[in-house]
């Protein structure tokens, strides 16, 4: 058999370093670029536009619900022509999406709710809701740019497993430390495919060119990300849990033969045949991270499951998420919490943490109640 159908079959036969056809060629930039481990193999991806589909899908079915119009005092709803799928008030949700209760509604994570009611299932359908048509945009913009790419080479099984895991990750530490707030977005999934890429990068390094600026790359891209995850209204555990979850999995799911491995049963004749498949610290690797995966994962599920609150444990965790300064509170990040008193025909609501108050007409509908207390709250 040729070289040609060596490479069709996988092997891992490369030239020299000043070749271009390395595994994971880098561009100027420094931007890792995932290619297939063969252009013999090269997956097309179905998975990453059939999520963004269902995310999409699923933020229409969440306005449907929302119904803005007949749950909205003051007929304040942004883009009235929509009708029914018209958006909330900006200053309920600066988003512009639907409102909370819209959320809790089609599966919103709701950590009283998944551990008093028995509602694990929000756990995972939280990463298929958004809280607004720019927090969708965002997310699968950047679900675009990194999963395709992931996809075409890996294939779509590991790469959904990954995604999957992740944001079931990211759920899970999001509950166990956020317990008075409401989380949705598909953030924890996409982080997990940033830790799977770091992963990816180190238990691969020896197929790797350009490898200090890739590594580079890929550590400032998170790190940022992670920054901005301290501003108030943004669940940075659930981006902690699925990067950690997509990193440890990425040394399970992600490593490839080494450069010099040739299947017997494709070499040409006449070739050396290296039959050790996988170098012995990509083999150590793989097991400290399942070992690891499996334990952590098992272990916050049953801490969530049994109402502990991590900041019971952690007094200073509250700060990966949130950190107060002078231009915001952290303590008004969580949901709307109003009082109500009536007099005659009138009521008096009041947001509890910042006190701002308005009166309305004392007949009105639960719905309409909590859509006006978020507009004070925020």
């Given at each position: ?8 079959r ?40 059939t ?21 909205t ?7 009235k ?20 209760r819209?959320?809790q ?32 945009v ?19 099984l ?12 990211g ?18 999934a ?57 990193f ?97 025909d ?33």
């Amino acid at each position: 058999m040729g070289e040609e159908d060596l490479e069709r079959r996988g092997s891992m036969r490369r030239r020299s370093s000043s070749s271009s056809k390395g595994v994971h060629p880098v561009h100027d930039s420094g931007a890792p670029v995932y290619l297939p481990v063969s252009q013999g193999r090269r997956w097309i991806p179905l998975l990453i536009p059939t999520i963004v589909v269902a995310n999409i899908v699923m933020f229409i079915i969440t306005m449907y619900v929302n119904n803005c119009p007949a749950n909205t005092a003051n007929d304040q709803c942004l883009a009235k022509f929509l009708k029914r799928f018209s958006f909330q008030p900006f200053s309920e949700n600066p988003l512009i999406g639907p409102s909370t209760r819209a959320l809790q509604q089609v599966g919103a994570l709701d950590t009283n709710k998944v551990v008093h009611d028995h509602q694990g299932w929000r756990l995972v359908s939280c990463m298929w809701l958004h809280a607004g048509v720019i927090h969708l945009v965002a997310n699968m913009l950047s679900l675009l740019v990194i999963g395709i790419k992931l996809e075409q080479e890996f294939g779509f099984l590991k790469i959904g497993l990954i995604y999957l895991l992740s944001g079931l990750g990211g759920s899970l530490l999001s509950s166990l430390f956020l317990q008075n707030r409401i989380s949705v977005g598909a953030s924890g999934a996409l982080f997990g495919l940033l830790g799977a890429m770091l992963s990816e990068l180190i238990t691969n390094w020896s197929i790797y060119e350009s490898k200090c600026g890739a590594l580079f790359t890929l550590i400032v891209v998170v790190a940022v990300n992670l920054a901005v995850g301290i501003l108030p209204h943004v669940d940075n555990f659930a981006h902690i849990g699925g990067f950690i979850v997509g990193f440890l999995a990425g040394f399970v799911l992600l490593l490839l033969p080494q450069r010099e491995y040739v299947n017997l049963a494709t070499a040409a004749p006449g070739q050396l045949v290296q039959r050790k498949r996988h170098k012995p610290y990509q083999c150590v690797l793989l097991v400290i991270a399942l070992i690891l995966l499996i334990a952590g994962m098992s272990v916050t599920m049953v801490l969530v499951l049994r109402g502990v609150d991590g900041n019971d444990k952690c007094s200073w965790c509250h700060y990966l998420s949130c950190v107060p300064t002078s231009r915001w509170n952290c303590d008004d990040a969580g949901v709307a919490s109003c009082t109500t008193v009536q007099t005659g025909d009138t009521l008096q609501v009041t947001c509890v943490s910042n006190n701002q108050t308005t009166l309305t007409a004392a007949n009105q509908s639960n719905s309409v109640l909590e859509s006006l207390c978020a507009q004070l709250c925020n």
